[in-house]
């Protein structure tokens, strides 16, 4: 019995030995890694948004949801690229749920869709005289009229039940309150205002509106995303002319052309959707090992400091950075293994490093690498 099972065991280690020879033998399916954006349409529920001047039943709720439902469509179509959304009826999720669901999904941009309101003077209600397109991302601002949207889109917390206990003491109407969220998205404002600097363009390219700028002011929703995240406020509600242009379809329908262009051409330059790489394994070579030497694939240099994420290295992982003078140097891979260093070297021109290079370090210092090759 025993001798049986023994024979039975060595029988199943060949077969398994077998399939998976001949799986390292055929080329495993290439993956792509998706892009995931998450479209947040602003308020929704009990909760309209600016009612404008009133002479809609539509309010600023269902304009951002038709814009967004629509730009979610379009976007849907790009290879790799998958859809999210905060909500896809009438309904209002709480600005925390909105984050929490974002960060959850691991969306790789976050664009929350608004329109504007301009506020009154004197006991009027609103103010007609204001119009244009703005792209707010997360930051300080001491400019009044910033302040204010940034104002009456986090008051909606406010409707909200428990909200002191939900937003941790976090005060709406207070510009102080604001500055602690600031901080935690730091690390993506180069991204946020990068996509907030092509909507922007757009807008004024392509649905010739008046270009209002890339704003910063201090958004809760926009606090608490762990990704490039942007604030559209498409138009005021409360300009009649503008009123009627983002309550048409026409308007609506070139606004979404015009964020679909600036999220499309963000995604081309920041998407890892190239297929992932397949190491042969009958080409793995025999180690060269330098001890006390380190190899590094240097990438780029700039004056710019830029966080060391995969999404700003055309998704190489494995990022350092040196500061030499004014300049910042940007690294891939680190290891004491000549050959291996070559292999990262041909990883990172095939994606697209052209004039990268590989360099040696000694003690945490440069040195030649012909030297080093020498010994
Ligand atoms: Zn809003």
Known sequence: MQKYFSVLILLLTISFLTASNGNVEKDPPKKKKQFVVMIDPGHGGGDTGTPGTGRYKTTEKDVALDVSLALGKMLEKIPN??????????????????????????????????????????????????????????????????????????????LEDNYEETYGGFDPNSPESLISLILMQEEYLDQSIEIAS????????????????????????????????????????????????????????????????????????????????????EEQVTPRVYNGVTFKVQLSASSKKIPTKSYNFKGLKEISREKAGSIYRYFYGKTSDYEEIKRKKQEAIRKGYSDCYVVAYKKGKKVSLTEVLKQ
Not at 111 to 129: D, E, L, V
Not at 219 to 233: A, D, G, N, Q, R
């Open 81 to 158: 690229v998958k859809v999210v959304y905060t909500r896809t009826r009438d309904t209002y999720p709480t600005l925390q749920q909105r984050a929490i669901v974002t960060n959850k999904k691991k969306a790789d941009l976050f664009i929350s869709i608004h329109c504007n309101a301009q506020p009154g003077r004197n006991g009027k209600k609103f103010g007609t005289t204001a119009y244009g397109s703005e792209t707010f991302v997360l930051g300080l601002s001491k400019n009044k009229a910033n302040l204010e949207v940034a104002k009456r889109e986090n008051s909606v917390i406010l």
């Open 198 to 281: 092509y909507i922007q363009k757009e807008f004024k390219v392509t649905a010739k509106r008046k270009d209002r700028g890339v704003k910063q002011a201090g958004f809760w929703v926009l606090s608490k995303t762990y990704m490039p995240s942007v604030l559209v406020e498409l138009g005021f509600l409360t300009h009649k002319k503008e009123e009627d242009f983002l309550n048409s379809k026409k308007g609506k329908k070139i606004m979404t052309q015009s964020l679909y262009n600036a999220i499309k051409k963000y995604i081309s330059l920041h998407a890892d959707t190239s297929s992932e790489i397949v190491i042969n394994h």
